[in-house]
């Protein structure tokens, strides 16, 4: 089992960005001086006071930030949940089963086979056992399996995002659909849903619905668009994934920094100060979630960064696997669809797309965050009860 730990590359390379652009200020500051007109030493104080008062402000939050830091880092939490049973394994990608964690009629049970992202921990969808979406499934009469992908390694080294559709997701449906033989729903989280959605149109013959949370599909976006580089640069960034095997967590880490830098020292500054023990206890385990990210096999970087993100071939309809158009017009059965409203890592722009080209599907508009609207407060009046709705009634 795998046991995530606090002291991960990702957390040293936050605090770097965020007290580089905090103690650059009065740098900044003395800089822009040069571009002022001559000013007479009265008309300097005024610019000498507001250099003082940008240090002391980036002392404070510095120290502050630590507090937080050193809170997180030195807490004693481990996650403790109950490890469902493992049905089938591929290279180091494994098939969990949450279903059997309740004993319960089998018969007429519908099945839901989760599909997380590649570059994060499955475990977001279990992350503890009160805050465990799959749970709760299970204990109203859905059987959830889990397809955790492990990191890659000898079987995956080379593959790309197709490859992981064609050898390991569509072979886990075919066991599956064998085991039960019952038609099942593929639920796909954030880059997972693009997966879903490719995997559904391959084996629409064991498919019967599909749901995607938060799945990216429009790299147009308004949100994007700086990090759009011009094609002359493309061959360069394709240079650069070439040198290594995988790119590494920390690497994919910096770029969803690159969103919303300011995240990172919000939250922990908070933190610093948070008296309520079960908030302390929520966010240090989401936080060690997010701080123990999986690498990228160099294939799924360039079809990411360079596919995706940059010549956005999902969008275009241009994204093929097994010799097949990923086209969602082309996907006719019932789909269940939620667009968080607070989505900072896919944003509305990028997901809402999707949605419209689905001619069935059913949209939820959970009003939180990319992770909040798994395993926050509001998670489950937001997305779990209306998914279970719609699972129970399509």
């Excluded at 997701?169 to 879903?196: D, H, K, P």
């Excluded at 023990?277 to 123990?292: C, G, H, S």
Aim: aromatic share 10%; hydrophobic share 45%; proline share 7%.
């Amino acid at each position: 089992m795998h046991k995530p730990t606090p002291n991960l590359p990702t957390l040293p390379m936050h605090l770097m960005l965020t007290l580089g652009s905090w103690l650059s200020s009065p740098f900044a500051l003395r800089c822009a001086k040069s571009a002022f007109p001559p000013l007479s030493k009265d008309a300097l104080h005024p610019l000498s006071q507001l250099e003082n008062a940008l240090a002391e402000e980036a002392k404070s939050r510095a120290s502050n930030l630590m507090s937080g830091l050193l809170r997180y880092v030195e807490d004693p939490y481990t996650r403790k949940v109950s490890e469902p049973p493992v049905l089938w394994r591929k290279g180091n990608a494994r098939l969990l089963d949450y279903g059997s964690l309740v004993t319960a009629e089998t018969v007429d049970r519908p099945i839901v086979l989760f599909v997380p992202s590649l570059i994060n921990r499955y475990y977001i969808l279990d992350l503890e056992e009160d805050r465990s979406f799959l749970r709760f499934l299970s204990r109203q009469g859905v059987y959830p399996l889990v397809l955790d992908w492990g990191e890659p390694g000898a079987t995956e080294e080379a593959f790309g995002c197709d490859d992981y559709v064609t050898e390991i997701l569509n072979a886990a449906i075919e066991f599956i659909a064998r085991l039960s033989q019952q038609r099942i729903v593929l639920a796909g989280y954030c880059m997972g849903g693009v997966l879903t959605l490719a995997a559904t149109r391959l084996q629409s013959k064991h498919v019967a619905a599909m749901a995607l949370f938060a799945t990216p599909w429009d790299f147009s976006c308004k949100e994007f668009a700086p990090f759009v580089i011009d094609a002359k640069w493309h061959a360069t960034l394709e240079a650069m994934i070439s040198t290594q095997k995988h790119l590494p967590a920390d690497v994919i880490q910096s770029l969803f920094y690159m969103t919303d830098p300011w995240l990172f020292e919000q939250k922990f500054r908070r933190f610093a100060d948070l008296q309520d023990n079960r908030e302390v206890r929520n966010f240090i385990a989401l936080e060690r979630w997010v701080n123990d990210g999986v690498p990228m096999t160099a294939q799924v970087a360039r079809d990411c960064l360079l596919g995706w993100a940059q010549r956005n071939v999902l969008m275009r309809n241009e994204w093929k696997v097994d010799g097949k158009i990923i086209d969602p017009r082309k996907i006719t059965m019932p789909t269940f669809i939620a667009i968080p409203k607070n989505d900072s890592v896919v944003p509305q722009d990028c997901a809402a797309p999707l949605a419209a080209a689905m001619p069935h599907a059913s949209i939820v508009t959970p009003g939180s965050g990319h992770v909040s609207m798994i395993v926050g407060s509001h998670a489950k009046r937001e997305l779990w009860v209306p998914f279970l709705e719609w699972i129970t009634s399509y």
